[in-house]
């Protein structure tokens, strides 16, 4: 995918990814050109003749009540936007700024903004040409819209603040120039347009819920190596059981383990070693059922939202007589339903990382791993083997845990109380990201400890791992192993768990395994 289309209506997750992470080109539909036209002559006419009217003709907040004259509205919305850029704290990546970027600019196309289309174009241009504004991560009620850090994002627009541009920090107006982009001279509405919206925390979040998606099949296949090592029974992902409870992550998650575990020499049937195995073993299509499901209901309020215009006041133009239309006063940039996806999106990903820091546990402890070699070293005393790998993982869910505590739930009044309920959608949003960057780490860790257990569990049934892993799995270990040899001796380990942890957030383990199941639905 080399272009990204704004049309304000078909920007989806994927395409965010693209254009965030890997460069895509933002492209400005034909069509929106005409309707922000539209609606831009409604706020000219407003201006010329006068008429007050929120945000266009008056101040901001509780200064709502105070009239603006047509020639003080190019300094009131240049102060807009210096006054608002308060934020605090490192700079968000680069890839979440390029999907604000991307995200204010398709909320801008639909056409109910008010903006001038020439405007926009310049904010494309600025994302398409590299040009990154430092945005400080906090500073975000979330209602209002978000409106600090957007205001980081229009501050180098208007050659203003600062910018990464090639790799160095520089000032705006630099930034701009070497760029070979002309900064924006803001005009009636225009300052507001660019920050009242929610286009920071759907950003952070759009990025977060896509890596979730993807970590959520990866965890299925950690939990299916892990499966096998242990020795798992496969009767609990019998569908008829799922079947029965009608929860759709549940039945997925199922079949899906039933699919990577087809063919395994590892796995055994109840009764055979055991009647059951241990809830973090037989309860897989139940926990990670329930965080898919959720997962998925966050991926389509994200997807709603990254074509939602969320600023105010909305300019409805009327089709029929041009420069005239209705100008409503709402609250489209209340980021709520944002907020508490977000925070839904952090337990639910919390709780993949905690199943699987049980799953390890198992797999070290030697009164819990069906006689594999205490912390999975041949030589424990002289060797700590994978001890303290664990001791990792279990800080990491902790730390999970603390930040699982929902942001939505808090509000503190703003603006005089003219602003008295807010979302902290923005945190729950950056929250959730963490939450997504430590479960990462904790299945990275997973499947180094899942593939040693079964190096050692081969070695003790004399074989090698390919001989016993089922035909998806046994692709997986293959590419682990090329990146991580099995642990002798003991090593410095976090070499390792860095090298894992690149390996899960690429595709390249979902796509091998893909491979020999010859693909399916079941892709993020």
Known sequence: MDTVILDGHSLTLKKVVMAARFNAQALLAPEAERRMAASRAVVDACVENNLVRYGITTGFGKFCDVVI??????????????????????????????????????????GNSGIRPATVVSLITMLNAGVVPVVPEKGSLGSSGDLAPLSHLALVLCGMGEAFYHGRRMGGAEALALAGIEPVVLTAKEGLALINGTQAMTAVGALAAYDARKLARLADLAASITHQALRGITDAFDPRIHALRGQVGQITVAANLLRLLDGSRFTTRQGELRVQDAYALRCV??????????????????????????????????????????????????????????DFLGIAVAELADISERRIERLVNPALSNDLPAFLTRSGGLNSGFMITQY???????????????????????????EDHVSMGTIAARKARSIVENAR?????????????????????????EDFLSRPTCAAYRLIRSVVPTLGDDRIMYPDIEAMKALVADASILKAVDSELGGGKDKP
């Open 441 to 465: 780490a904790v299945v990275a860790i997973e499947f180094l400890a899942a593939c040693q257990a079964v190096d050692l569990r081969a070695e003790a049934m004399c074989g090698k791992a």
């Open 392 to 418: 990792a993982a279990a800080s990491l869910v902790s730390e999970n845990k603390v930040l699982a505590h929902p942001a939505s739930v808090d509000s503190i009044p703003s603006s005089a109380n003219q």
């Open 285 to 342: 299509p139940q926990v990670h059922g329930a965080s898919r499901d959720a997962i998925d209901y966050v991926c389509a309020v994200v997807e709603r939202e990254l074509n939602a215009v969320t600023d105010n006041p909305l300019i409805f133009a009327d089709p029929q007589r041009p420069g005239e239309g209705d100008i409503l006063s709402g609250g489209n940039f209340h980021g709520q339903p944002v907020a508490i996806a977000m």
């Open 69 to 110: 004259s047509k020639d003080e509205n190019t300094v009131l919305q240049r102060n807009l936007i210096m006054s608002h850029a308060c934020g605090v704290g490192d700079p968000l990546p680069a890839e979440a700024v390029r999907a604000m970027a991307l995200l204010r600019a398709n909320a801008l196309t639909v």
